[in-house]
């Protein structure tokens, strides 16, 4: 049992800044994330081995401060009572007691079914940029990176500095809205110059706009050598071109990870097909104690994150007079975003692509066909299992909510996979 006055849920830029934040005010501050280093996604492997000095800066004042906990490795399963969590480590389950949440969950990637996305060697782009981050091996494979959004970019130049071979960057926004885009970074100074490394470092690379994956193919013709992805078919302006590959790195875009807010009751909001958690000016959620910042708010990025992680921790140490000064660039982050979303709204054409036999819940192996006859969430759940396996719904419920609009049901516990011995250590005496 572990007690903090206030408790982050999530070790990204958002977490750490809200840490950070709620730390200076003495209070005892817990930090929860379930991988085995602080980072999150975007400081993937560590805050300290990051270019990013934000990163660097905010994990040394972390560590120094004395009333900091990290617990690491660690996962929330359910709120048993009101202002607590059970929580499941490496090696057990403890109840985490708090006075003030900040959720800073962050997103997951939105994958979309189409024709042969299930074969080996098809892989999330921001999923392959990790495990090549994490030491998997990409030296030498051909790689087609695909779907929409600056991630495209970053993912690329992370896999060619391992060694990997980029085929393309296919990215399915046309050049007029990305010209338009990029003209707006001049409001932006610290993205023009992102954008223009990022431009260095895929010097050379095919970047193919108005264009988007129709099928992953396995073409060996051998019928009883395991299913791998060969080759792609994409579809570039009214041109249809094949490419040979090795591995396709395709998504498009993020979804906010608002499971632990729903099961909590905190209010959300869906637009666009991208749920978001509700929130007020000091980031605070309809429960008058829970917080939340970062992307589970709604995508916008890492520096939207950091300065609504900072506000929420400010807020929730009762420091709310100083982030009256942080406003201006919460709206200023905000805007950008807002134009992101503008410029990589997903082409009609990308919805239409699964067939009958396309599969679109991976974890149980429902097709589209099936799915299509149903008018719910619910009623898909009832009668072919969609949503019922370990992923509990995040790959599939993304794709759903765009391609029949439905809305996931109620979250339930446990929030996560969690270990037998967990819920048994747990339950009451």
């Known amino acids: 049992m572990k007690r903090y006055d206030i408790l982050v849920v999530g070790a990204g830029p958002a977490g750490l800044a809200a840490a950070q934040a709620a730390a200076a005010s003495g209070r005892k501050v817990g930090i929860i994330d379930d991988n085995p280093q602080a980072g999150g996604q975007i400081w993937r492997g560590g805050p300290a081995s990051q270019s990013d000095a934000r990163a660097r800066a905010l994990w040394l004042s972390l560590q120094d401060a004395p009333n900091v906990e990290f617990l690491s490795q660690t996962r929330v399963l359910y709120a048993p009572a009101a202002q607590q969590l059970q929580v499941q480590t490496a090696s057990s389950a403890i109840t985490v007691h708090y006075e003030r949440l900040i959720l800073a969950t962050g997103a997951r990637e939105r994958l979309l079914p189409f024709p042969g996305w299930t074969l080996p060697g098809v892989t999330g782009a921001g999923g392959l940029q990790a495990l090549s981050k994490g030491g998997y091996p990409v030296a030498g494979k051909r790689v087609v990176v695909a779907g929409t ?77 395991a299913p791998q992805l060969r080759a792609v078919r994409i579809q570039k302006g009214s041109s249809t071109i094949t490419l040979e590959c090795d591995y396709l790195a395709c998504g498009y875009g993020l979804l906010p990870n608002v499971e632990l807010a729903q099961a909590l009751g905190a209010a959300t909001h869906s637009r666009k097909g991208q749920t978001a958690v509700t929130i007020d000016s000091w980031q605070q959620t309809r429960i008058s104690n829970v917080y939340c910042a970062g992307e589970g708010t709604g995508v916008g990025g890492v520096d939207l994150a950091l300065v609504e992680g900072r506000i929420a921790g400010l807020a929730a140490s009762g420091a709310v007079a100083e982030t009256a000064t942080l406003f201006h660039q919460r709206t200023r982050w905000r805007k950008f975003a807002s134009r992101l979303e503008h410029t990589f709204a997903l082409r009609p054409e990308i919805l239409a692509l699964a067939e009958d036999n396309t599969i679109v819940c991976r974890c149980e192996d429902v097709c589209h066909g099936e799915l299509k006859t149903h008018s719910s969430w619910r009623s898909a759940k009832l009668h072919t299992r969609c949503g019922m396996g370990p992923c509990q719904g995040r790959i599939c419920g993304g794709a759903t909510e765009l391609l029949y609009g439905w809305r996931p049901a109620a979250v339930r516990s446990p929030i996560v996979p969690a270990r037998v011995a967990s819920m048994i250590e747990s339950a009451p005496d």
């Open 149 to 225: 959004g600056p991630l495209l970019l970053a993912v690329a130049a992370t896999l060619r500095a391992r060694g990997a071979q980029i085929i393309a960057i296919v990215e399915q926004a046309p050049l007029p809205a990305l010209a338009r885009f990029g003209a707006g970074l001049l409001a932006t100074p610290s993205k023009a110059a992102q954008a223009l490394q990022l431009a260095r470092h895929l010097r050379g690379i095919p970047y193919w706009s108005d264009s988007y994956v129709r099928a992953a193919l396995d073409t060996s013709g051998v019928a009883a050598a």
